[in-house]
């Protein structure tokens, strides 16, 4: 039996083993008095808005991959971190202006492991300016890993550092400017620190106001016992979600395994209505693996993924 499939069928009735004590307080008794936690209706139906990020989209100019998106079937968008948002806020703004869709959000690389101090004010002041230009985007946030790779400092160490220092200090700035900081848990091949949604909402809880979290089906295809527990777990404070093959970390759609549906049933029980994501790479071609495939195979696989992710919400 899968890791995944031993809680799936009970994922509901059993929030409490999967998310352990993190977020069972969130969870109401059930009438009954059994005991077993009760989830609160969402306020609004959970809505799917596929997203892409911005590398993936066909088109070169900002208006024609928006267009794109638009045409089909998309509802939010997905940004590079760094110097990117930056150099174009006007230009997005303008792009934006009068479109359903919304700007979800950046995504870049982040470390707040260094051991010296100093390493990690530096990591806190670059983020500093890319979190207000997001905020003049109306972005939901800017994506964040505590730690990547070979860790200097101690776990506790640095979890305390990050929620009472860096990643509060950011969180409060991106507040200040209506928008916020989304926590990504990753692999343990990726980091030995941060790698479920549930101690990554325990962690945005703990910071406070300007501080969310993310879960990503690659990841968690790895590290939680079930998709559906896992989204359950963050409740309100899920503010993002990648998506990707889950044989390969590729586009949705490739292999008989990228089958979503528990993972949209909690989406759907906690009313989730953020940008599911793709974020990964492309198959390789059959005649050449060294070389790429083209974009117009490419475009196909994208609408073929629209097509199985809206089926497959249906379906949960």
């Not at 101090?117 to 002041?125: G, I, N």
């Not at 979190?131 to 506790?156: D, N, T, Y």
């Not at 969180?171 to 980091?191: F, M, Q």
């Not at 896992?230 to 990707?244: E, Q, R, S, T, W």
């Amino acid at each position: 039996m899968k890791r995944r499939d031993f809680l799936t069928a009970s994922a509901v009735a059993g929030v409490a083993a999967v998310c352990g004590t993190q977020r069972v307080s969130a969870q109401e008794p059930s009438a009954g008095g059994n005991g077993m936690p009760k989830l609160t209706p969402p306020e609004k139906p959970a809505q799917l808005n596929l997203c892409l990020q911005w590398g993936g989209i066909p088109g070169s100019e900002i208006p024609e991959k928006l267009d794109f998106l638009e045409a089909n079937g998309f509802g939010a968008v997905e940004i590079p971190s760094g110097d990117w948002p930056l150099k174009n806020v006007e230009a997005m703004n303008k792009a934006m202006a009068g479109r359903k869709l919304f700007l979800a959000t950046a995504c870049g690389p982040s470390d707040f492991s260094y051991a010296e101090p100093e390493k990690r004010e530096a990591e806190v002041q670059k983020f500093l300016p890319i979190i207000e230009a997001l905020g003049a985007m109306k972005s939901v946030g800017l994506i964040l890993c505590p730690a990547r790779g070979k860790v200097p400092m101690g776990f506790k160490e640095l979890r305390e550092d990050f929620v009472n220092n860096t990643g509060k200090r950011l969180a409060e700035h991106a507040a200040k400017h209506g928008t916020s900081i989304v926590l990504e848990p990753l692999r343990r091949n990726e980091t030995p620190f941060l790698r479920q949604v549930a101690d990554g909402a325990r962690m945005a809880a703990d910071i406070g106001p300007g501080a969310a979290v993310m879960g990503d089906f690659w990841h968690m295809q790895l590290e939680e016992t079930s998709f559906m527990g896992a989204f359950i777990c963050a409740g309100k404070l899920l503010a993002h979600v990648h998506i990707a093959g889950l044989k390969e970390r590729i586009i949705p759609g490739v292999h008989p395994e990228d089958v979503y549906v528990d993972g949209f049933k909690g989406l759907k029980l906690i009313g989730y209505r953020g940008a599911v994501s793709f974020e990964g790479g492309w198959p390789k071609d059959p005649a050449d693996p060294k070389k790429g495939i083209p974009q117009e195979e490419k475009t196909k696989l994208i609408l073929n993924m629209v097509k199985l992710l809206r089926e497959q919400w249906a379906m949960a």
